[in-house]
């Protein structure tokens, strides 16, 4: 049967997040400890132990999310059976491509880090929020960002997730101006989301700035699995097409459905969420309706793992 891989992205960390599965293996152990040789922190430890807080800042929440991803793949790795494509979800896609083999292990962490570290800046220089729409179609929740738009606010779709949920991003007033219209637009819910910037919007540009200077001197490879791209949803075979959608991810929506939807296309049969969480499968009960999907992160998760 074959396979697909899933990384989750920022918000499924976690205290705790790979602690048991360090314990059990001790190449899940060296992931985490050549994150802490390669970064100069005890990422390990904060992860480990917390505090939540200081765990859930941009900087350590990426870096952390990808060590946990790589570690349960270096477990499981050869167990996978067939893996036709992979996707991460915005900062899981750089899991993905260590994974595929596009970035190494060591070029990814620091890439992270920073990516965190720039982002957390970009929040500061040019503040904004998030919130979660449920309940309004991909094109009824672009209708309300574009009229927020049209009222000279900064406000555009940020994640389509799934049928029915999209993130929207952008100026505080905006994302407020956005909320009341998506409810008076007949959504279920509007939650408001607590970020410490306005990822994959505009006020983002900063951020990219400084990653794409990071990652033109970084080494890319061509992935040697398909990894789906967030920007464009397309199957990403070239290195360099992926350095540069790496770095336009910053500013441009996530397309999680659709590339759910690729993945199918290229023949995936089934689905393993590689990391923290499962909140990716949770969204595949709508993006891959009928196709399995397990999540695994720890050692009991590995004792369901069927090939």
Same mark, same amino acid.
């Given at each position: ?99 595929? &083999? ?107 700035? &400084? ?97």
């Amino acid at each position: 049967m074959s396979s697909a891989l899933l990384f989750p992205g920022q918000g499924s960390q976690f205290v705790g997040m790979g602690q048991e599965l360090a314990r059990a293996f001790p190449e899940a152990a060296r992931a985490f400890e050549e994150a802490d040789d390669v970064l100069g922190v005890r990422l390990s430890q904060l992860a480990w132990e917390g505090p939540q807080d200081e765990l859930t800042e941009t900087k350590n929440a990426q870096p952390a999310l990808l060590v946990h991803s790589v570690a349960v793949h270096r477990v499981v790795g050869s167990e996978l059976g067939t893996v036709v494509a992979m996707a991460g979800h915005s900062l899981g896609e750089f899991s993905a491509h260590v994974v595929a &083999g596009t970035l190494t292990f060591r070029d990814a962490l620091e890439a992270v880090r920073l990516r965190g570290e720039l982002m957390f800046a970009s929040g500061v220089e040019r503040p904004g929020t998030m919130a979660a729409v449920l309940g309004l179609d991909d094109d009824r929740a672009e209708e309300v960002c574009e009229r927020v738009r049209d009222g000279g606010e900064i406000c555009v779709p940020a994640n389509f997730n799934s049928r029915g949920q999209v993130v929207i991003s952008g100026e505080v007033d905006g994302v407020e101006a956005a909320m009341a219209r998506a409810r008076e637009a007949g959504a279920k819910r509007v939650v408001p989301l607590t970020v410490s910037g306005a990822f994959h919007s505009p006020l983002m540009v900063p951020a990219e700035e &400084g990653l794409r200077e990071k990652l033109e001197t970084t080494k890319f490879s061509d992935p040697q699995v398909p990894v789906v791209s967030n920007v464009t949803a397309e199957a990403v075979t070239s290195g360099e097409r992926a350095r540069e959608l790496l770095v336009r991810q910053l500013t441009s929506p996530v397309l999680w459905s659709r590339s759910v939807g690729t993945m199918v296309e290229l023949g995936a049969e089934r689905f393993y969420e590689l990391g923290a969480g499962s909140v990716l499968c949770g969204l595949n009960k709508r993006n891959a309706r009928g196709y399995p999907c397990v999540s695994l992160g720890s050692p009991s998760d590995l004792d369901t793992l069927e090939v």
